[in-house]
C-alpha cells in the first residue's frame, strides 16, 4: 500500500487545492459562469460572478427558496446592476457579501465559495469546496486510514487526466 499511502499523503498536505473554474475573459463585469462543486461532501450548482471588477462565488440557492437563483431568468443581477437577484423569488443578495436583503431572509447570507483570480483565470480555492467530477465519486475511502482518501496511483492519474 506505499503508492495509495503516499499519494492520501500528498492530498493531505494540501490544505487548499486549487481549480480552474474559467478563463477571465469569460466573466465580464456583471456576468456569470455556472459550475458545479461537492461542498461538504453534497453536490451543489455554483456560479462565480465578476461585481466592480473583483470576483465572488456562491453555491446557487436561493435562501428563500432552494431553487437556484437564475432558475427563472439568466440574468442574474437586478435591473440597477447593485444586487444578485434570484429570479423565482425577487430576493435580492448583496454580490459582495451574499448577504440577503429581505425580511424573510434578513441577516442570512448565501454559502460563499473562495475563488481567486490569477494570470486571466478564476480558480476555486475553498478548503470546504471541489469541483465536481464524476472521477472524484468514485474515490474509495479506506476506513482504516482514519477516513482520508487512499488514491493509488492508476486512479490518482485518471482523475488528474479526466476532463
Same mark, same amino acid.
Request: hydrophobic content about 35%.
Given at each position: 500500500?506505499?503508492?495509495?499511502?503516499?499519494?492520501?499523503?500528498?492530498?493531505?498536505?494540501?490544505?487548499?487545492?486549487?481549480?480552474?473554474?474559467?478563463?477571465?475573459?469569460?466573466?465580464?463585469?456583471?456576468?456569470?459562469?455556472?459550475?458545479?462543486?461537492?461542498?461538504?461532501? @453534497?453536490?451543489? *450548482?455554483?456560479? &462565480? %460572478?465578476?461585481?466592480? +471588477?473583483? =470576483? #465572488?462565488?456562491?453555491?446557487?440557492?436561493?435562501?428563500?427558496?432552494?431553487?437556484?437563483?437564475?432558475?427563472?431568468?439568466?440574468?442574474?443581477?437586478?435591473?440597477?446592476?447593485?444586487?444578485?437577484?434570484?429570479?423565482?423569488?425577487?430576493?435580492?443578495?448583496?454580490?459582495?457579501?451574499?448577504?440577503?436583503?429581505?425580511?424573510?431572509?434578513?441577516?442570512? @447570507?448565501?454559502? *460563499?465559495?473562495? &475563488? %481567486?483570480?490569477?494570470? +486571466?483565470? =478564476? #480558480?476555486?480555492?475553498?478548503?470546504?469546496?471541489?469541483?465536481?467530477?464524476?472521477?472524484?465519486?468514485?474515490?474509495?475511502?479506506?476506513?482504516?486510514?482514519?477516513?482520508?482518501?487512499?488514491?493509488?496511483?492508476?486512479?490518482?492519474?485518471?482523475?488528474?487526466?479526466?476532463?
Amino acid at each position: 500500500m506505499s503508492n495509495g499511502y503516499f499519494i492520501s499523503q500528498q492530498i493531505n498536505s494540501l490544505s487548499v487545492i486549487t481549480q480552474r473554474i474559467c478563463p477571465s475573459s469569460e466573466l465580464p463585469e456583471l456576468g456569470k459562469q455556472a459550475f458545479k462543486v461537492l461542498y461538504r461532501s @453534497k453536490a451543489y *450548482a455554483a456560479l &462565480v %460572478v465578476r461585481f466592480h +471588477g473583483q =470576483v #465572488y462565488a456562491y453555491i446557487n440557492q436561493c435562501l428563500y427558496s432552494g431553487k437556484p437563483l437564475d432558475s427563472e431568468d439568466a440574468h442574474i443581477f437586478d435591473e440597477t446592476e447593485h444586487f444578485l437577484r434570484a429570479s423565482d423569488s425577487g430576493i435580492c443578495y448583496s454580490p459582495i457579501t451574499g448577504e440577503g436583503y429581505s425580511p424573510i431572509c434578513m441577516g442570512q @447570507k448565501l454559502t *460563499a465559495l473562495r &475563488v %481567486v483570480e490569477l494570470d +486571466g483565470v =478564476v #480558480y476555486l480555492k475553498d478548503k470546504h469546496a471541489t469541483l465536481y467530477n464524476d472521477a472524484l465519486i468514485k474515490l474509495t475511502l479506506d476506513a482504516e486510514d482514519d477516513g482520508n482518501i487512499v488514491l493509488f496511483q492508476e486512479e490518482y492519474s485518471s482523475i488528474c487526466n479526466a476532463s
